[in-house]
């Protein structure tokens, strides 16, 4: 199976949650007040979000009033342009400057965060680059094990520290490691206890300063990893760590398992912060580059 056909069947439950239900609403109905107000409420139950809706119902309104959209076809075409501009352009994840190029990843435990992570260092050492991975979720001695199976699957090396040790410690000697080894690419797993407690955000913005420490510049990435599957609470995720420890890209897991795939129009709409990679089934393969127009052809064909 290619890498559009996983797409395209990973966002099926999103597509039968959302783009079917559109087409039922205009199938043999016209563009009215009803219909709608039908919309609006699918692409909210689609996680969306509320504003993202109001402003896609709003734009339909004034396009039928014009005489330019008639049915359910329409409907569809004004649908994809919509969802397509939204999105905007898409952001690979791609390593430049200075070695290491280095990605802090943060996210709450149970989002796939150390997976993404084992995903990631197995497609670049696929492109030929030497990664070292960072066991800095220090809270957790199950973290650190999962992170050492990855680290043998992908043939990438790691630091690790014992369990209950500090983070910035850990990631301070893997990068300092990388340098005198000349390595690639570092990958940092960091705590995922629950985004609400404050002494894991100062911990992480700690985390950030030891990197620039240890690498002026670093890190260059930060990766935000959500289990698509939590909807409205991914919003809320996105907002803490953001304000924490400034965002740079998203890697939205879990696609396969969820009606709500909307959920990335709604971070894009809130934060404008770019969905860089996204999860589409269990696969090392399964974890693909964000690209804007496959997204919405998979979902809409």
Do not use: Y
Request: net charge neutral; hydrophobic share 40%; charged share 25%.
């Amino acid at each position: 199976m290619g890498l559009f056909d996983r797409l395209k069947q990973g966002l099926s439950k999103t597509r039968q949650g959302f783009v079917e239900k559109v087409e039922t609403i205009f199938k043999n109905r016209t563009v009215d007040p009803e219909t709608l107000e039908e919309l609006e409420e699918t692409l909210i139950l689609s996680d969306l979000g509320a504003t993202t809706a109001s402003e896609i119902v709003e734009h339909l309104r004034k396009k039928s009033g014009s005489g330019s959209i008639q049915g359910a076809g329409s409907v569809r075409e004004f649908l994809k342009k919509e969802m397509v501009s939204m999105l905007g352009r898409s952001h690979p994840l791609v390593p430049f400057g200075e070695k290491p190029f280095v990605i802090l990843t943060v996210g709450v435990n149970g989002a796939g965060k150390t997976t993404t992570i084992g995903k990631l260092a197995s497609r670049f050492r696929d492109q030929g680059h030497s990664v070292l991975l960072a066991a800095a979720d220090t809270f957790r001695a199950a973290a650190i094990e999962q992170l050492e199976i990855w680290a043998r699957r992908s043939s990438a090396q790691i630091v690790k520290h014992q369990s209950g040790s500090d983070p910035s410690a850990v990631v301070f000697d893997a990068i300092e490691a990388a340098r005198a080894r000349n390595i690639d690419i570092v990958i940092i797993d960091t705590a995922g206890r629950l985004h609400t407690k404050s002494p894991l955000m100062e911990e992480l913005k700690k985390v950030k300063r030891v990197c620039e420490k240890a690498m002026p510049g670093a890190p260059h990435e930060i990766l935000l990893v959500i289990d698509a599957t939590n909807g409205q609470n991914a919003l809320a995720q996105a907002k803490i760590f953001n304000e924490a420890v400034g965002i740079t890209g998203i890697a939205l897991t879990k696609l396969d398992g969820t009606a709500k795939g909307g959920i990335i129009f709604a971070i894009k709409k809130e934060f404008n912060i770019p969905v860089k990679l996204i999860g589409v089934g269990e696969g090392i393969e399964d974890l693909q580059d964000f690209a804007t127009d496959d997204f919405v052809k998979a979902l809409f064909d």
